[in-house]
């Protein structure tokens, strides 16, 4: 049988998600609990597959993967949660043999812009030149010999606390392209950045390096097929009470580090 | 001369406060700043003292220590700073040569306890029997020959988000002291412990250990003197960025968690 799985992880914690030597890595810890659970044998003959392979830094609360496997199917995501730390798996659907979870109907990022004080109004006018389809080269770190069209179909954008949030919907991005874009956006907000210096850099005939925004505040937030997921109840409130540690602790810090200020302010 | 300096730290980052081999402490970390900036040649003849000895996880936005020093009053607390990393320096104050840190008017520890449907009457209630002078053998790892009387000149209980903050405010505590006081009002607070349990622990007639709340959630707020220190603005912007760059990691982090739950529960 052939399995997609939905799982987040907070970057934080990896040195990215493919796979490195002596590193941690999100790849790298899931395979290693997929043989251990003996889910797979090996990721080649269990054509282990991911939807998107998340730079260094960068979180998910919903990526996607895809493995063969004979294991009961609602004993999968509960195992492997047992022997993961910080990777959290919580949807399971049955596929088709061919079933390549690269090939998603959407994809959705999530970027957390620290807001400074920015006009939301020039952030949505930046944000709009680059909706629909263009050659996304000066907004990617290229790949030889890939295609740098791409098309995005939304960016949103909204206010959350000190947050402007963006967020973007394509079929596919480019490697680092949702980060240069935002780079570009909040640049042209503040006044760094005309539409014509994002317009000759869209149109991709000459090289231009606008930056690259942290990876710290993207999140991978959901990658969407044809099916949705089962959502797995079973082993959910140990998830749920993980996570809500996990919560209780940054905000405990945020008390300290926001009491820290104050004090310092006199 | 002989200076108080105030100074915060995030308990996270610190195996406690006071010095241990080959671990990273608060005290450790302060007194190889001051060797290195050449504040100080040695803690012994600069006659070193502190105000309080935190637990391993406790935080301080507002400990204090006192040197004496040669050194450019103006500069002490800059140069301590560009050593120091997860420890801010912000306040400083001329002392009488026989200042010992430890006489202090006032002590305010702070305890953040994660609101879980708690009735707020029944915590004040319960921190009401600690206010005022007892018996506190009980409610502390007693250190030998160790006078257990102290006196708890408030317990004040307010809500903050999913918080509620307890302040207690004494001239001192015993080691543990606050924690355990912590522990039992929750505990009591949940119908765990009546109050003539917590009386009679308080009598400190018969041994009875009520258990110890973690310590990630308490902060040492601030130590008062007779005097007040003056806070040093010349390197106060670059502890502010520093402070509020934390600050921005950790609520992209909470953003994250938050999310990651919603994920989950579909």
Redesign the interface.
């Known amino acids: 049988m052939r399995y997609a799985l939905k799982f ?1 992880y ?1 970057g ?1 914690n990896f040195f990215g998600y493919a796979r490195q030597p002596n590193l941690r890595t999100v790849e790298g810890d899931i395979i290693d609990s997929l043989k251990k659970t003996m889910i797979i044998e090996d990721e080649k003959s269990a054509n282990f597959q991911s939807a998107s392979r998340t730079d260094k830094g960068v ?1 998910a ?2 990526n996607v993967l895809a493995i063969d496997t004979d294991f009961r199917k609602d004993e999968i995501l509960g195992a492997l949660n047992a022997h993961l730390e910080d990777i ?1 798996f ?1 949807g399971i659907s049955q596929v088709g043999n061919d079933f390549n979870p690269r090939h998603a109907n959407q994809r959705w990022y ?1 970027y ?1 812009l ?1 807001d400074s004080g920015f006009d939301v109004k020039k952030i949505q006018d930046a944000a709009k030149i680059f909706v629909g389809s263009h050659n996304f080269s000066n907004f990617s770190k290229m790949e030889e010999g890939k295609e740098p069209k791409r098309t995005i179909d939304s960016i949103d954008i909204s206010k ?4 402007i949030i963006l967020d973007f919907r394509a079929q596919s991005f480019l490697w680092n392209m949702v980060r240069r874009i935002v780079k570009a956006i909040s640049d042209s907000a503040e006044g760094r950045l005309s539409s014509d210096d994002i317009l000759i850099a869209l149109a991709g005939e000459q090289k231009v390096d606008l930056g690259i925004a942290s990876p ?2 993207l ?1 991978l ?2 990658v969407h097929y044809d099916f949705e997921f089962e ?1 797995e109840i079973k082993n ?1 409130s140990d ?2 009470k993980n ?2 540690d ?21």
């Open positions: 987040g907070h934080k979180s609360c919903g959290w919580y999530r957390y620290l959350e606390n000190e947050f710290e505040s999140i937030m959901d959502i959910l998830l749920k996570l809500e996990n919560l209780h602790k940054i905000r405990t810090e945020n008390v300290f580090y926001t009491q820290m200020l104050r004090s310092i302010e006199g």
